[in-house]
């Protein structure tokens, strides 16, 4: 562990340092509570400060509930350093949006004190308690109490593709003499040479971006072990001769079979198809080369992908559909496309430790709105007639634009709970982005429903989490080790399995197949 902590720091300074138990039963008002008295509320919410700026949603839902909001902020580049900070400070905000639960850090903050449990009785509050009985609750237990609310985004396995997406830049390849759409890694890593010895439009042009090299793990580790997309806590298990193992190590020797991932990871990084400030990259810095043609590719997620599109035009002088292509599925070593088989919900609101019961019933009357009929529309739509209208059971956004555009808490408020909250009455939502993007996401998702993913084993999960163990795998630092490092690809990962089995690889191993055989 010291030596991968040591090259992670030698490597910082070479380079400078988602389904909800029902839909909501009706729209009709719910009386406000009556005699509460004033409380400040404490919530961290990706660029929150302004988000929570003030408007006339943010105005209603404080004044329904007698609160203020006061906002902690953080962004998409720091908010998982910061609520790391927070938490081993004792500084946490009463409600934070956050990417944990699936980590060793989720079960340690509830055992710590970090974090506090939901109340075991949620009966005061059906619209919560009905949502709590959804696909992805399991995850939020520890030792058999809720410690976390998980924030529902998707309505199929299939749809959790959407969560990466690499884009490339079609006009550039097209360009540079390219006249066929890459269907593997070695056309797609051919069409970025391409475009880089051209350099059509006299920028420079470099590889794949992202905001991270995270980023790249689930589309990448699919090409030699699709099982092994999710690490943390929650990695999942398949069987090897007789035995479960974690999938991240499978193969006939102990890691074998992501040794063609690491080595294509390399050879990219390597010849440039990926940035080599991939590193460093932060979310705007990634979207704004992709945009500006300094980057031919850039992996990202599919809502991040479209924001591009009204600034489009503009810089290129062209029509973002004309310009862009999604790469499809990759054939993987044994020539099977495979994708990244994610949790149904991304992320989670957490409640820090210092919240006493009275705040704690506050805010679940709060999240119990949220999830009723009237507060779905009101706190994710806004006023009907103002931002949206209902035509023939259709929700329809006035003037074809989305409510945040006129309230922009409602990006807080409309998904603090949940991304998609179902809508009343069998009411049906509108997808507020082009109709070439949805058939091009539609399409992406369809690729995905006729993939035949590898066997795991959930139950390993599930005993692993019950035997208390902090081990965890952390993807993101190896994938940027051996990526981007200098010393040969196999002999880093045998050091980087060394590592894990020092921090008990094995005992877990023994452990879980005791557990379920």
Not at 2 to 30: D, M, N, V
Not at 66 to 92: C, H, I, P, R
Not at 315 to 328: T, V, Y
Request: net charge negative; with cysteine.
């Amino acid at each position: 562990m010291k030596k991968r902590i040591a090259l992670l720091l030698a490597l910082a300074l070479a380079l400078g340092l988602a389904a909800c138990g029902g839909s909501p039963e009706a729209t009709s008002s719910q009386a406000a509570p009556e005699g509460l008295e004033h409380m400040d509320i404490t919530l961290a919410w990706w660029d929150g400060e302004s988000i929570l700026a003030g408007d006339e949603i943010l105005d209603f839902v404080e004044d329904r509930f007698n609160v203020t909001f006061e906002v902690m902020n953080m962004t998409w580049d720091d908010y998982t350093q910061k609520e790391q900070l927070w938490a081993n400070t004792g500084s946490l905000p009463d409600i934070f949006a956050a990417d944990f639960r699936n980590t060793a850090s989720f079960a340690a903050w509830a055992r710590e004190g970090v974090i506090r449990a939901l109340p075991e009785d949620l009966s005061a509050y059906p619209n919560l308690e009905r949502y709590m009985q959804g696909a992805a609750a399991d995850s939020c237990m520890v030792d058999g109490k809720y410690y976390c609310i998980f924030r529902q985004t998707y309505g199929e396995q299939a749809e959790t593709v959407k969560d990466r997406v690499i884009a490339y830049r079609w006009d550039l390849a097209q360009e540079a003499g390219i006249t066929k759409e890459p269907e593997t890694w070695d056309e797609f890593r051919a069409m970025i040479l391409a475009i880089e010895a051209a350099d059509p439009d006299g920028k420079k042009v470099g590889g794949m971006t992202a905001p991270g090299a995270d980023y790249l793990v689930g589309p990448m580790f699919c090409y030699s072990m699709p099982s092994a997309v999710v690490g943390g806590a929650t990695f999942k298990w398949v069987e090897q001769n007789g035995s479960y193992i974690p999938a991240y190590f499978a193969g006939e020797t102990l890691g074998a079979d992501a040794l063609p991932t690491w080595n294509l990871l390399r050879d990219m990084y390597t010849e440039g198809t990926i940035d080599k400030d991939i590193a460093l990259s932060t979310l705007e810095q990634s979207k704004n080369q992709f945009l500006s043609g300094q980057s031919a590719a850039l992996c990202i997620t599919y809502t991040q992908l479209i924001t591009l599109k009204d600034s489009w035009a503009e810089l290129n002088g062209s029509r973002m559909e004309d310009d862009i292509r999604i790469l499809g599925l990759m054939p993987s070593v044994d020539g099977n496309p495979y994708y990244w088989a994610w949790d149904y919900a991304w992320s989670e609101s957490m409640f820090s430790a210092d919240v006493d019961e009275a705040k704690m019933e506050r805010i679940m009357m709060i999240y119990d709105y949220l999830l009723s009929g009237e507060g779905v529309m009101k706190c994710k739509y806004g006023n009907e007639g103002i931002t949206y209208e209902i035509v023939d059971g259709k929700l329809q956004f006035v003037d074809g634009k989305a409510p945040l555009t006129v309230y922009k808490s409602v990006d807080v408020f409309g998904n603090l709970v949940a991304w998609q909250p179902p809508l009343p009455n069998g009411w049906t939502a509108p997808n507020a982005n082009p109709d070439w993007y949805n058939k091009m996401i539609d399409d992406y998702v369809e690729q995905a429903r006729k993939v035949q993913l590898p066997a795991t084993e959930p139950a390993c999960i599930t005993e692993f989490l019950a035997t208390g163990s902090e081990f965890s795998l952390n993807l993101k630092d190896d994938t940027l080790l051996i990526m981007t490092g200098d010393e040969p690809v196999e002999q880093m990962w045998n050091e980087i399995i060394e590592d894990y089995k020092a921090e008990g690889l094995e005992a877990v191993i023994a452990q879980v197949n005791a557990a379920v055989k």
